[in-house]
């Protein structure tokens, strides 16, 4: 059975966080390889993921990942706020780009600051000994000048030190199994990770496709309006897409999911429930009530 990993964001109110914690709970069972919590744009939750990532270390025996970006911030501000991680014992960071704060524009580098996430990763190399996943895109990042350009920015994050790529969600299996492929091709040999996306709500998942350059295929379109308004169909038809995904995914060597899980637990229980990954008998998390 495959690997998992599951990200969540930053709560804003109590009540997110009672039901951010609940879904820790109710997927710390499944024993991931680790659980990572977002950073918004322009480094907007950074004390939110802060306090997240170490509630997570102080409570919990699940592996918390920080992510952290280049933006809006000087190299020595990031540096400050990786070092924080450190000496709050988290040794897993997820070093991306990031995006510009809404309505800011194109994004454009800090003058002080890391200017790629490549950049980021050797930084983060010299703070501390992390361990440190980057993004991929298998169907190119809408930003690039082309995939082969993509692909090489990839290349250099982890020539800077990442051991993983966790990429962005996808709806067809295809374009993945083809950027692995390539991947493979120019030397990259560290794990790449498929991101999932449970389709919770499917207009939702439509516009974060669209937001991200990620496909919508027919069949899929076609697997939800045969579903229609019946809560319980939609629920039905959301858990077989994903387990179908993860299968053909899995049965083509893959070893780890990645779940984006939008702080919501059920969807995604059910889903690695029927793909047969392991409950322990115990919980595998205490938490403080």
Known sequence: MPRVSFEFFPPKTAAMEASLWQAIKQLAPFHPSFVSVTYGAGGSTRERTHATVARIRRETTLEPAAHLTCVGASRDEIDAVAQGYWDAGIRHVVALRGDPPAGAGPYQPH???????????????????????????????????????????????????????????????????????????????????????????????KKFAAMCGAAVPTWLEAEFAAAGDEAQARAAASERVAVAHCRRLIAAGVEALHFYTLNRAALVAAICGALGIGVAVRPAVAIAE
């Open 111 to 205: 003058p002080a600051g890391y200017a790629r996430a490549a950049d980021l990763v050797a930084g983060l190399k010299r703070v501390a000994d992390f361990e440190i996943s980057v993004a991929a895109y298998p169907e190119v990042h809408p930003e690039a000048l082309s995939a082969a350009a993509d692909l090489d920015n990839l290349k250099r994050k982890i020539d800077a030190g990442a051991r993983r790529a966790i990429t962005q969600f996808f709806f067809d299996a295809a374009p993945f199994l083809r950027f692995r492929d390539r991947a493979a091709a120019m030397g990259i040999a560290v794990p790449i990770v498929p991101g999932i996306l449970p389709i919770v709500d499917f207009a939702q998942a």
